[in-house]
């Protein structure tokens, strides 16, 4: 059995901290994610998932995303109830995520089109360039030429 699901889209709102009685850290956001097609008037629907982050990864959650930012999610789907004020049983369908990328920040270079993310392990406003330097090119990129390797570089 499988319960995977990888999510792209933007927070709705800034997320929200909590602690269990027992201390520990947990953060639920909503995700807005475009659907593939538009509507029958044209325009581009979204579904709104709630996601819940737990520990260190709800902690890092709440310190560098917000409202708008676009974010890649992967985790498992998750369905609770609890019966409410009224006596009426909720269901409640959620995303546990197990993995948080964030795929842009609130610091955006000017008309270059490059992206600065923030780093969420580095030291006090670090941050990192998403664009290749000419010393860190891919280098499984196909530039035309030809690769030179030798048999004594063949594994077999």
């Known amino acids: 059995m499988l319960n995977r699901v990888i999510l792209i ?19 639920q956001f909503t995700l807005a994610v ?7 008037g044209g325009e581009r ?20 995303l917000r409202k708008g930012r676009l974010t890649a999610v992967e985790g498992r789907i998750q369905v609770r109830n609890y019966e409410n004020n009224e006596g009426k ?10 993995n ?8 955006r270079e000017g008309s270059s089109g490059g992206m600065r993310e923030e780093s969420p392990f580095g030291g006090g ?8 330097s000419r010393s860190n090119q891919d280098p499984f990129s196909d ?6 390797i030798s048999d004594d570089d063949l594994p077999f």
């Open 89 to 98: 049983r909720v269901y409640v369908t959620e995303v546990i995520a197990d």
């Open 34 to 40: 475009d659907r593939p097609f538009t509507g029958q």
């Open 9 to 27: 889209g933007r927070l709705t709102r800034d997320p929200e901290l909590r602690y269990t009685p027992s201390g520990v850290a947990v953060t």
């Open 143 to 148: 530039d035309g030429k030809p690769i030179d």
């Open 125 to 132: 406003g670090e941050s990192r360039n998403n664009n290749f």
């Open 45 to 64: 629907e979204a579904d709104f998932i709630p996601v819940v982050t737990w520990r260190q990864l709800a902690e890092t959650c709440a310190n560098y």
């Open 100 to 107: 948080v990328r964030f795929l842009e920040s609130s610091n």
